[in-house]
């Protein structure tokens, strides 16, 4: 692949603020494009709230061979808490496409901005790496139904799904990214409890160390690890762990490190990936001009990375370091940056700032 081939990426627009903030996205690929020569052919559909209300369905029918055809996909915010159940149309897009795209790593950075202060009070810089296809999560654990049934009206059931070879890719994923960063990797469980579930999970994070001689490994229980964060987040490099303490964990750790509102997040798999904010969809701020757009953006970027990597292509790499390094230099500026994070600007001139930043890499910005 060359600068010169399009690379087409699938945009689902979502719930809440996903508009704005996936509008705001796509312009900081449209300047990406103007300065870098690379060619970006956006395939838009829309997901969730309005195309149930229009169509019956909030992940309308073609959606998922589009993004089995599609470079790479973007997926906006959804509001899945207010969807019906399934079977009346309410399928969530982000586990639906999870699940069908084989999305089994999520990949969560937590770094600190000299100008966001750690909250641990040192610099953050750690990635966790979360499996993404199974655990307590109730759509990813069953082949059909659901892994959440009430026997009796006053019994609720959660079934956990934890496999070997679920363990055992999600470990080989930890252990590559810990190698390329510091050599280090902290696995967290609660096998003490879940002496099955973990048990087997922790069983197979230590198959696979064998094969990493030069990564350090230690192993951490869950609570532990959240307050291990708190105390000083600055102390790990690389986390893997399941799915649902992965999702916890990881918003704890992109808090700690400035904020979520920053936080990018990718969910890869061998053949496909998709770029998603940390975040929800903010309903109570929809439509205002108020949404920080900078996690989807830089989760974005991790895509363009991903797709670089995968296609050894260092154009896409280079868009992507273009495109983090722009964020980095507007959140710089206090009078650039967005209310969560103490400055005046709405979303559109937010993104704006990013997109002129794009556009002319050597200006200086005035504090």
């Known amino acids: 692949m060359t600068p010169s081939d399009p690379v087409t990426l699938l945009v689902l627009d979502g719930d809440g ?75 969530n897009p982000s586990g639906h496409l999870r699940k069908h795209l084989d999305l089994f790593a999520n990949i969560r950075p937590a770094r600190s901005h000299p100008d966001f202060p750690a909250r641990c009070g040192v610099p953050v810089d750690l990635v966790i790496v979360r499996e993404n296809t199974e655990g307590f999560y109730a759509d990813r654990t069953m082949f059909a139904g659901t892994g959440e049934f009430m026997p009796t009206e006053d019994v609720a059931i959660a079934m956990r799904k934890v496999t070997r070879q679920g363990s055992t890719r999600i470990a080989e994923a930890a252990f590559r990214i810990a190698r390329q960063r510091g050599g280090r990797l902290t696995v967290v469980h609660k096998a003490n409890v879940l002496r099955i579930s973990d048990g087997l999970f922790l069983s197979c994070t230590r198959a696979v160390a064998q094969s990493y ?43 700690i490190a400035g904020s979520i509102g920053l936080a990018a997040s990718l969910n890869a798999g061998e053949a496909h990936a998709m770029a998603q904010a940390q975040h929800g969809s903010a309903p109570s701020i929809a439509g205002q001009d108020r949404a920080n757009p900078a996690s989807l953006i830089n989760s974005t970027a991790m895509l363009l990375r991903w797709l ?59 504090r």
């Open 17 to 91: 603020i996903s508009p704005e903030i996936t509008a705001a996205t796509v312009e900081v690929l449209d300047a990406v494009q103007d300065r870098t020569g690379l060619r970006f052919r956006l395939d838009r559909a829309q997901v969730g709230l309005r195309p149930l209300a229009a169509q019956g369905t909030t992940f309308p029918a073609g959606l998922l061979d589009r993004a089995r055809a599609a470079d790479g996909v973007i997926l906006g915010p959804v509001s899945h808490n207010d969807y019906p159940p399934e079977a009346q149309g309410g399928v």
């Open 213 to 255: 001689p030069d990564v350090v490994v230690e192993e951490v229980l869950v609570d532990a690890m959240a307050a291990l964060l708190v105390r000083d987040a600055s102390a790990f490099d690389t986390i893997v762990t399941t799915n649902m303490f992965g999702d916890i964990l990881s918003d704890q750790a992109t808090e």
């Open 308 to 366: 670089g990597d995968r296609r050894g292509d260092p154009a896409l790499g280079a868009a992507a370091a273009l495109i983090e390094d722009a964020v980095a230099r507007v959140i710089a500026v206090p009078a650039w940056r967005t209310g969560d994070l103490g400055g005046p600007l709405g979303t559109a001139a937010f993104a704006g700032r990013i997109v002129d930043t794009i556009r002319n890499p050597g200006a200086t910005h005035d």
